[in-house]
């Protein structure tokens, strides 16, 4: 989501998919802005809903306030990418030779651990991010990304005060990561024994496997991202809020994952609180999971992995 745990479904060399997530994240970079002064109930915008919020923002603070944060985002891509793509070859290779487990089960359980690894490594950058797109103009407390380094690093515990939030982070991956899969799966597996015909087509490498229809994979990979996305979500709201520390006047009640789940329940309740801000979430990250699916079959094909 933030860090949505990106599908471990292929790896393309890190730098042409950096590149390719750059234009994606730059392109969202609004909803994401949005999504974090909701998510934490910016006093400026506490009242306004998601469509108001987008208008709101440009209003207040000129369109470039649409993507304050995002710099920090670009700069993450490129390690994250890269660490994301050298731990998974590492875990599928060690998980294969240790456990001796193989196919989709190792690459699953390798994206995963890859995923996470990725995650940990490039987190304080996300930290500084969040900061930085909380920021309403006229009270900056950063100047910009190597001043709330330094800031965060001097005033908030050294190295440790950049992995605030990381526990709801991890946890919200697993459930993630799962769910998504397991609906995908069965999706497919009841769409082409209730409908082979309507839903299904040979697959062109193995004539005698049914696989989905482009758009009905599409289809498929959408329900399965948001289904993933709204179990996983309080944790997101709590990793956001967990990371913005300081910056929150409750900052002293909310220093662990529960304190700031009850605090976010017991304030703002379920809708306003725990899943404030989701339809963004689903306008954001619906698209690219089906497209994420969808390239995932094809590639399988293109393999001849069916």
């Not at 005698?208 to 996305?229: D, P």
Request: hydrophobic share 40%; with cysteine; net charge positive.
């Amino acid at each position: 989501g933030g860090t949505e745990p990106s599908a471990p479904f292929f790896r393309l060399d890190s730098k042409g998919k950096s590149i390719a997530g750059c234009c994606a994240k730059t392109t969202v970079a609004p909803l994401d802005r949005v999504k974090v002064l909701l998510q934490a109930h910016n006093h400026h915008y506490k009242h306004l809903g998601v469509f108001s919020a987008l208008r709101a923002v440009p209003q207040k603070e000129g369109y470039l306030g649409l993507y304050k944060g995002n710099g920090a985002m670009m700069i993450r891509i490129f390690p994250y990418g890269a660490i994301q793509f050298m731990a998974f070859e590492h875990y599928k290779t060690l998980i294969t030779t240790k456990l001796g487990v193989s196919g989709h089960v190792h690459r699953l359980m390798a994206g995963s651990m890859a995923g996470m690894t990725a995650v940990i490594c490039t987190y304080p950058l996300d930290m500084v991010r969040v900061r930085l797109a909380f920021q309403v103009k006229g009270e900056h407390t950063y100047t910009g990304i190597i001043h709330a380094f330094k800031t965060i690093y001097a005033k908030e515990g050294g190295f440790l005060g950049f992995y605030r939030g990381l526990m709801p982070t991890i946890l919200g991956m697993a459930p993630y990561a799962g769910v998504s899969f397991f609906t995908f799966g069965t999706l497919k597996s009841v769409g082409l024994s209730h409908a082979p015909t309507l839903l299904g087509r040979p697959s062109s490498d193995n004539p005698n496997v049914l696989v989905l229809k482009t758009h009905i994979n599409l289809l498929c990979g959408g329900v399965a991202g948001a289904i993933a996305q709204t179990i996983s979500y309080p944790f997101d709201v709590t990793r956001r809020r967990m990371q913005l520390g300081t910056a929150l006047p409750e900052f002293e009640k909310c220093l662990t994952m529960w304190e700031t789940m009850k605090y976010v329940y017991g304030h703002h309740g379920i809708r306003r609180g725990l899943y404030r801000g989701l339809s963004l979430n689903y306008i954001r990250c619906v698209p690219s999971q089906a497209v994420a699916f969808t390239t995932y079959e094809l590639m399988k094909q293109f393999f001849h992995l069916n």
